[in-house]
């Protein structure tokens, strides 16, 4: 629509606002119609929440990396794809359960096996990724094995059973050789209503109780019983259908800002309303479960295509490299789904979900999102053949990122690990504080503040 000088002189702005109101389509569709479906999903596969959310919940809510990263890899030729994954992944590992600790409403007690087993393997991955771009070249074998890696990671999730019920006895028998009594199970109800009592919400500690209780009786009436401390994905779906379908015709009831949201993403809501079976209508809608599941990625990648454009376009009319723009807004904008799965989650009582979807989604990003484009670019495209078959990353200041991104990891882990696995307002303010210096370092690396990484844009 505009030359480069039109730009220059304000028509950024439309890009702008497109863009802001393009993510705010993309939260839409991951709260009112992904979310829902993949409860469903998680429900009739008999899923623990954690595995659901770091493999089903985070191949889906990732889309928007993959296919920003395919159009970087394939068609801007330029390093805004992974710039992208690598600032949504310290988005997803600070930001989204920063967003948890403040948003949620209440602390949210997370279980230790699912973090330590999701920051363990995402770990070793970042460190992996350091080593292949160390020497700004990603050969089609080491693409390979960030695939095939993959594989190795849904083997792992699909055996979690196994592998907590090993880690549970292991730290048992730890503690019994250290002396110390495991007062885990008997003190686990009070330390939930202790929770309640510092977030001032006792009353969400009797509901949750309501709701375990009838998840029990219909687990029972249908001959399954829920495993210890896990609650049933049943009480998520239940509660998703209660909300009910988005109402276009009747404004919310609430604040002006409220009522100004509605309306300005009434057209978004109504193009999704007529796309999109909404499950939570009834039990004729459940059943379209899967169309609503792929159609929701359809849509996410979509508008993932139309972020990364804007974006691109923005970057360069500001003299902006790709890398900047895609570890800072573009990361932002494209991590939106985590942090509005992370908070409806938290809210519903599965923060391990929300934590395994934000750790999870980031392992997929690298493995694939990342491993998938490289590999066929790689194989099939090469850029200088004459000297091998590989992709070239351009920016030198991607891998000091890398390696700020394993620090986040620590952070996160060790974080809330010391608040004894505890996700309050505290916690929340640290992994916020924490995400804005990861901003602000690999922002100067990538405008070359501490050094030349990056060359001048065309």
């Not at 595995?51 to 330029?78: D, H, K, R, Y």
């Not at 083997?155 to 907590?164: G, K, Q």
């Not at 829920?226 to 604040?255: C, I, N, R, T, Y």
């Not at 504080?433 to 602000?440: D, E, K, Q, R």
């Amino acid at each position: 629509m505009f030359t480069q000088e039109q730009r220059q002189k304000g028509g950024v702005v439309v890009h702008f606002i497109l863009c802001i109101y393009t993510m705010l389509m993309i939260g839409v569709v991951i709260d009112e119609y992904f979310v829902p479906s993949l409860e469903i999903i998680a429900e009739v596969l008999h899923m623990s929440p954690d595995v659901a959310g770091a493999t089903i919940m985070a191949i889906g809510t990732s889309s928007p990396e993959l296919f920003i990263n395919i159009v970087g890899t394939f068609i801007t030729q330029g390093d805004i794809g992974v710039g992208t994954i690598v600032g949504s992944a310290a988005f997803n590992i600070l930001a989204a359960p920063a967003c948890c600790g403040l948003f949620t409403g209440f602390a949210v007690p997370l279980e230790w096996w699912p973090l330590t087993r999701d920051c363990a393997i995402y770990g070793s991955i970042v460190i992996g990724l350091a080593v292949v771009v160390s020497d700004n070249r990603v050969f089609w074998w080491e693409a390979m094995i960030f695939v095939l890696c993959y594989g190795v990671f849904l083997a792992v999730m699909f055996s979690n059973r196994t592998l907590e019920r090993w880690a549970n006895a292991v730290v048992a028998q730890f503690k019994k050789f250290c002396g110390k009594a495991n007062e885990d199970e008997t003190n686990n109800k009070e330390k939930e209503e202790q929770l309640a009592i510092q977030s001032g919400d006792m009353e969400k500690c009797a509901t949750k109780e309501q709701m375990e209780m009838k998840d029990a009786d219909s687990l029972e009436s249908r001959g399954g019983s829920p495993e210890p401390g896990e609650l049933p994905s049943v009480a998520v779906v239940e509660e998703v259908e209660a909300d009910g379908p988005v109402k276009f015709f009747q404004s919310p009831e609430g604040s002006l800002s409220t009522k100004l949201y509605w309306y300005v993403m009434w057209l978004g809501n109504l193009i999704f309303f007529l796309t999109i079976p909404d499950v939570r209508r009834g039990k004729g809608w459940r059943r379209l479960y899967p169309l609503a599941f792929f159609i929701c990625i359809l849509w996410i990648g979509t508008l993932s295509y139309l972020v990364a454009w804007f974006i691109t376009v923005i970057g360069y009319t500001l003299g902006i490299p790709d890398s900047a723009m895609g570890i800072t807004f573009l990361a932002a904008g494209g991590s939106v789904p985590e942090g509005v799965a992370a908070v409806v989650v938290a809210r519903a009582g599965k923060g391990s979900m929300g934590i395994s979807n934000s750790v999870g989604s980031n392992t997929f990003d690298i493995l694939i999102c990342m491993g998938l484009p490289w590999l066929i670019k790689a194989a099939a495209m090469p850029e200088y053949p004459a000297e091998g078959n590989f992709v070239a990353v351009n920016s030198g200041g991607v891998v000091y990122s890398v390696l700020m991104l394993f620090c986040t990891i620590l952070v996160l882990y060790f974080a809330i690990a010391l608040n004894k696995f505890v996700l309050d307002r505290k916690i929340g303010a640290i992994l916020l504080i924490s995400y804005m210096a990861f901003l602000v370092l690999a922002g100067c690396f990538e405008m070359n503040v501490f050094m030349q990484v990056n060359a001048p844009p065309c």
